[in-house]
């Protein structure tokens, strides 16, 4: 039988009508305005109601609490059909053809194909679905829940049909667990973890596959099967505790009478101070538990499967013996409360049964109890202290062996034990590295340094003595010639920095990365615990102050880095093995090792990304596309903006987008829901203006990413509200600090409090280094001097770090600022202008609506290799556009920068040198509504005024603004009153009204405002 694609099952998904489905298996009869029916779950007659709210059928039972809207769950449920002989049944009875495709699955058997994913799942730990049901205890009483479910996540982290596997993770009470979101401490989400059904298909940032998906932000939880729930409502006794990886390895075992937690993973026992959730206290008290086993899998000892060089090959390993330990010592410290407990640690021994449901579903099948016989006869003999051999587990009493002993269980005491023990693993790598060294093993299985250790670079010399008895001995003494060639030889130098101190770095394959001594010490002191004889090691440990301190390493050689200068027509972007290099011409990949200069660690990306299609389509308008088009000609000179199918999944991209568009409420509802296409030739005026401020962020984009400093174009990009509010009040949460935080996944930053006093502040620039490309300083305070930023726009520098001498960058060692406001920056000058590039945020995103509510998952954090592989490629287009726009002469005076509208931001910037008081004080003087922007009919527009008399009713109404008083500012305020509101300061002394004239006649001086309205956007 054939395979359903994706886009199959979702158009049989949108085809399937609720309510003749739920009447096609179920019938259903009229009950007042709704239908009843037998629920399916408990079977209680007419307990199902069907009802229709807002247009969409709902089904649910009040007697047990099971409900839902979906036609797929309903069939699955009511049936028992698996989800794939589901979607088969809504196609056939809302004829929809199913064509004929291959399966992706591979070699599956076609029978097999047709059981969902979970029930293979189950199956293979020798589990049903009766096996793993739980009594959900719910707020509308008890209702049977299949804790194991066939289902998916889709792109906003919600639950749908499909058929991967979630796991639902009850308390010991049978309730809900739930944890708080991250962003908000007062919201709780429920619990769960996915199991994917094709891992390879959902890869984190470091390439990794991932198998299983746990919520972000919500702490470990343990997985607590029925039985043992039930155990613990009962207070039923059992002398025996055990703890296992994964859910189903628990369920197996509480199966068959050995009573079960299920741990996420190994690593959630790894770290400092893990500790277990107090179910686990609660069992152990009311039980009476004595013993408590750790359950490991048959390959507990096995090497990584993707060993990578620069990590050591002994970190999974010591990861399970840090669980171990972190295991032990937890249950050690419930003496405190007079609660002593045997801890073991159990291991499979056999390699083609991994985990202990593969033993007890394999060659344990039938036989289970043998587990516990062949347990209890290792225990038996551990406390007799005799050995012999076992044929299915290890065992290994824990309770209070020292952790030298503990490590020895995974060879850790030793390298050459522990390389000896992986040898036919080892060997088939060129090296690997172990501690801080790299090894490989010779043809003759001899292990040995991956880069060979020379006589003139041992830093330690052996002088053999003889006294007057003539016996023999040695002397040891430090070379500190051999020291400083061993760390030339090995990449270790000095550069010099612009405070004429130095630091230490390390040059690997044309890579400088920045160390402390601290790493140069270790590096040799790790090389001389594996090379030397004790005495030697004793000797480097006594002197190691005086002979690896910071002066004495100080001697290395000096290094002067050849770093890539910054190019006008190009940029490159830097991941592991590869780098893109970005220019007009369009994106190229090339291998690393291509590069000939230096470049710095922090500039390679921890990821390998490859280049998709094209993410956004940008075309500006010109005759040749209006005359093809239905566009109206006023849409001439601005940008048309396409999403390919890649850009429509690009979160990042897709917020950009949202925060361009000052229309949005034509398009969305209050709950943000979309009601009208985003339709060019339906709203072109709209969407034209949303393209133009969506294309202005990707090109300021691009300038930042853009290292090189062109005297023409000196600008710091400034992400401001498009909002307008009350002066002294922010909007804030529109998105403008999350494209500082993008900013920081592909530049070396620094980051500044904008809130903090600027002009004071000593130390303002502390965090920047000769390696900072951008400053991100967040949030700036109302009526910041942005005079402060004019020499570092300009590119000169001075940086103070505390305790170090200051030191002055200049030119492209300036890096580029972006900052973020939620109030208008005063000044109009033209320098302060002609060093601000503005892009607008519009309001759609704010506090009651973040972006997390829209896109189902925390930008960054919680993106898998997926979604950083298309924020990668969307970033190199912002790049090659600002190239594509300064190579066409687009945007101000040719400079690639593309500026949309500023008029919001204008009139914000007005209101607030205005001032709420003055504005509101000459509203209603002159009789303007401030909410329709219309005269009333008590206006004195229009109107001579003198002078004298509005200043002593101004002063009269506001007597707080006194002493801020002067003619010279009153004056300023009223032409900027008229420019807020497009109003004319003495139109007749004047036709300029930017340069209002002064009205004096017989003596008086007289203000005329006048209501001729210019075309200022609200």
């Not at 769950?73 to 002989?85: F, L, R, S, W």
């Not at 394959?509 to 270790?522: G, L, T």
């Not at 917020?655 to 709950?671: R, V």
């Not at 709420?916 to 109107?943: A, H, K, M, P």
């Amino acid at each position: 039988m054939s395979h359903i694609s994706k886009e199959t099952a979702d158009e049989i998904k949108r085809a399937a009508d609720l309510f003749k489905t739920i009447d096609t298996i179920t019938t259903l009869k009229k009950s007042g305005k709704d239908y009843a029916g037998e629920c399916p779950m408990c079977h209680k007659d007419r307990g199902l109601k069907v009802s229709k709210v807002k247009g969409e059928y709902l089904f649910k039972c009040f007697s047990c609490d099971y409900g839902g809207n979906s036609a797929i769950k309903y069939v699955m449920d009511a049936t028992g059909k698996t989800y794939p002989e589901a979607l088969r049944y809504l196609a056939d009875l809302f004829n929809i053809t199913i064509p004929e495709e291959p399966h992706r699955d591979r070699g599956l058997k076609a029978s097999a194909r047709e059981v969902s994913f979970k029930n293979r799942q189950l199956e293979q730990s020798g589990l049903t679905v009766k096996d793993v049901r739980a009594m959900e205890n719910t707020d509308n009483g008890i209702k049977s829940l299949n804790v194991f479910e066939a289902a998916t996540l889709n792109e906003m982290g919600q639950i749908v049909d499909g058929d991967d596997m979630i796991i639902r993770y009850l308390d010991l009470e049978g309730r809900q667990v739930q944890y708080k979101v991250k962003e908000d401490n007062k919201k709780l989400r429920d619990f769960y973890r996915v199991r994917w059904q094709f891992p390879e298909s959902h890869q984190l940032k470091d390439g990794s596959i991932c198998k299983y998906k746990t919520p972000y932000g919500a702490s470990v939880q343990l997985y607590i099967p029925e039985t043992l729930r039930e155990m613990y409502k009962n207070s039923r006794e059992t002398k025996r505790l055990f703890f296992t990886e994964g859910e189903k390895k628990a369920e197996k075992m509480c199966k068959h009478g050995m009573p079960a937690f299920g741990m996420p993973g190994i690593n959630s026992l790894v770290g400092k101070n893990k500790q277990f959730p107090d179910n686990v206290l609660k069992v152990i008290e009311r039980c009476g538990v004595q013993e408590v086993f750790l359950v490991l899998d048959s390959d507990f000892r096995e090497l990584s499967d993707n060993i990578k060089e620069d990590k050591d090959v002994s970190q999974r390993s010591r990861n399970f013996f840090y669980a171990a330990k972190n295991f032990r010592d937890w249950f050690q410290t419930l003496a405190n409360r007079q609660i002593f407990l045997e801890v073991y640690l159990v291991c499979g021994n056999t390699p083609a049964e991994k985990g202990i449901d593969d033993l007890l579903t394999g060659s344990l099948s039938g036989k289970e109890s043998e587990f516990i016989v062949e347990l209890e006869q290792q225990m038996n003999d551990i406390a007799k202290k005799e050995t012999r051999a076992f044929i299915n587990i290890e065992l290994y009493k824990i309770s209070s062996i020292p952790d030298l002993q503990l490590m020895q269980i995974w060879y850790l005491n030793d390298r050459k034990d522990f390389c000896e023990f992986h040898i036919e693993a080892l060997k088939k790598l060129p090296k690997f590295k172990y501690g801080g060294n790299m090894w490989r093993f010779n043809e003759q299985n001899e292990m040995e340094l991956a880069q060979p250790l020379y006589d003139d670079e041992k830093f330690w010399q052996v002088i053999k003595k003889t006294d007057r008895t003539g016996e023999e001995y040695e002397l040891y003494n430090f070379d500190y010639v051999n020291m400083l060639k061993f760390y030339r030889n090995r990449g270790f130098y000095r550069i010099h920095t612009h405070n004429n101190d130095f630091d230490f770095v390390r040059v690997e394959d044309n890579i400088v990365r920045m160390i402390s001594h601290y790493e140069a010490r270790d590096f040799a002191m790790d090389l001389a615990k594996e090379v030397c004889d004790k005495p030697v090691v004793n000797m480097l440990l006594k002197g190691g102050k005086m002979y690896f301190g910071r002066e004495s390493i100080s001697n290395i050689d000096y290094y002067y880095p050849n770093l890539l200068k910054p190019n006008r027509d190009s940029e490159n972007i830097f991941f592991k093995t590869k780098y893109w290099e970005i220019s007009a011409a369009g994106i190229n990949e090339k291998p690393m090792k291509l590069i000939e200069e230096n470049v710095w660690h922090e500039q390679l990306k921890e990821f390998d990304a490859t280049r998709t299609d094209r993410i956004i389509n940008v075309v500006k308008i010109d005759k040749a596309i209006l005359e093809k088009s239905s566009l109206p000609a006023s849409l001439m000179g601005k940008y048309l903006v396409g999403f390919s199918t890649f850009g429509e999944k690009c979160d990042f991209a897709r917020f950009l987008y949202y925060t361009s568009n000052f229309y949005w409420e034509k398009f969305y509802d209050d709950h943000k829901q979309q009601t009208n296409a985003l339709d060019i030739l339906q709203f072109p005026e709209e969407i034209a203006d949303t393209n133009l401020h969506f294309v202005s962020k990707m090109c300021a984009i691009g300038y930042l990413l853009h290292q090189y400093r062109d005297k023409s174009c000196e600008k710091a990009i400034v992400g401001m509200d498009g909002k307008l509010s009350e002066v002294g009040e922010s909007n804030g949460r529109s998105g403008k600090s999350l494209l500082g935080v993008a900013l920081e996944q592909m530049l070396i930053q620094a980051y500044v409090n904008g809130k903090c006093d600027m002009d004071k502040e000593k130390y303002l620039w502390e965090e920047v280094t000769e390696k900072t490309e951008n400053i991100f300083v967040d949030d700036i305070r109302v009526n910041f001097d942005f005079d402060v930023l004019f020499t570092i726009i300009t590119g000169k520098m001075v940086v103070e770090p505390k305790g170090k001498p200051r030191f002055t960058l200049s030119g492209s060692e300036v890096p580029k600022i972006y900052l973020t406001t939620n109030h208008a920056i005063n000044g109009t000058s033209a320098s302060i202008r002609d060093r601000q590039f503005r892009i607008a945020f519009c309001d759609f995103f704010d506090d009651d609506y973040k972006p997390r509510e829209l896109f189902g998952k925390n930008f960054f954090d919680e993106w898998d290799g997926e979604e950083w592989n298309l924020f990668y490629n969307f970033m190199a287009e912002c790049l090659e556009l600002y190239f594509i726009a300064r190579e066409n002469g687009w945007g101000i005076n040719g400079t690639g920068l593309i500026q949309a509208s500023t008029e919001r931001l204008e009139r914000r910037q007005l209101k607030q040198e205005i001032g709420e008081l003055f504005l509101g004080w000459f509203n209603d003087y002159l009789g303007v509504d401030e909410n329709t922007v219309e005269s009333r009919n008590d206006t004195q527009l229009n109107t001579p005024i003198e002078r004298v008399i509005l200043q002593y009713n101004y002063l009269d109404k506001c007597p707080s603004q006194k002493r801020f008083y002067t003619p010279q500012k009153f004056w300023k305020k009223l032409t900027q009153y008229c420019r807020y509101w497009g109003l004319r300061l003495n139109p007749a002394q004047t036709l300029d009204p930017e340069k209002p004239g002064k009205d004096k006649r017989s003596g008086t001086e007289y203000i005329t405002i006048a209501n001729k309205w210019f075309d200022m956007e609200e």
